[in-house]
T-cell receptor, first 114, second 113 residues
Framework: SQTIHQWPATLVQPVGSPLSLECTVE??????LYWYRQAAGRGLQLLFY??????ISSEVPQNLSASRPQDRQFILSSKKLLLSDSGFYLC?????????????FGQGTRLTVV | AQSVAQPEDQVNVAEGNPLTVKCTYS??????LFWYVQYPNRGLQFLLK??????LVKGSYGFEAEFNKSQTSFHLKKPSALVSDSALYFC???????????FGGGTRLMVKP
């Protein structure tokens, strides 16, 4: 069966420090991968998605970047965090095979920038 | 561009009563529609989906949703609400190419005993 791992679960970082959040998927190949941010327990904002290794699409200009060094690994990074980067970050994967088109989410990372 | 609207920030229901959480969408081509539930500080859990076929789809925990093409709606329903159904619910749409999954703003469901 497929599983998705996202870590860390919580993170407190000072303003100006770097960030690296990692997401890995097991049990599937060539998934679409997504990073979302959720502010204040409400709507989800799509940050990045990837349809293959090295292929990243950015939906919102911001202080963040994403990379996909391996088929089932998706990394969210920042060189210098801002206070406004605080939020709940969710990684997700999906595939486009018939009957399996929904996205599956990791447990999320609560990032607090202080 | 595709979009999803959930017009209600919060829905309050008494336990045992039916519930409806509304969702309307806009997308090019045939829509793939989804409902997810989120409990505090957790990721989203998949509830149900509409891809094609019967307009009434059944999902987890007794939830169902009705696809209405003419009204571009996909409302979530349950005949009898439970207190444990209290959570944040998200509607989502995917376009025919399948790469973009767009979520609504979420609706908080409060079921009171």
């Amino acid at each position: 069966s497929q599983t998705i791992h996202q870590w860390p679960a919580t993170l407190v970082q000072p303003v100006g420090s770097p960030l690296s959040l990692e997401c890995t998927v097991e049990g599937t190949s060539n998934p679409n991968l997504y990073w979302y941010r959720q502010a204040a327990g409400r709507g989800l904002q799509l940050l990045f998605y990837s349809v293959g290794i090295g292929q990243i699409s950015s939906e919102v200009p911001q202080n963040l970047s994403a990379s996909r060094p391996q088929d089932r690994q998706f990394i969210l990074s920042s060189k210098k965090l801002l206070l406004s980067d605080s939020g709940f970050y969710l990684c997700a994967w999906s595939v486009l095979r018939q009957g399996l088109s929904e996205a599956f989410f990791g447990q999320g990372t609560r990032l607090t920038v202080v | 561009a595709q979009s999803v609207a959930q017009p209600e920030d919060q829905v309050n229901v008494a336990e045992g009563n039916p519930l409806t959480v509304k969702c309307t969408y806009s997308v090019s081509g045939n829509p793939y529609l989804f409902w997810y539930v989120q409990y505090p500080n957790r990721g989203l859990q998949f509830l149900l989906k509409y891809i094609t076929g019967d307009n009434l789809v059944k999902g987890s925990y007794g939830f169902e949703a009705e696809f209405n093409k003419s009204q571009t709606s996909f409302h979530l329903k349950k005949p009898s609400a439970l207190v444990s159904d209290s959570a944040l619910y998200f509607c989502a749409v995917r376009d025919s190419a399948g790469n973009m999954l767009t979520f609504g703003g979420g609706t908080r469901l409060m079921v009171k005993p």
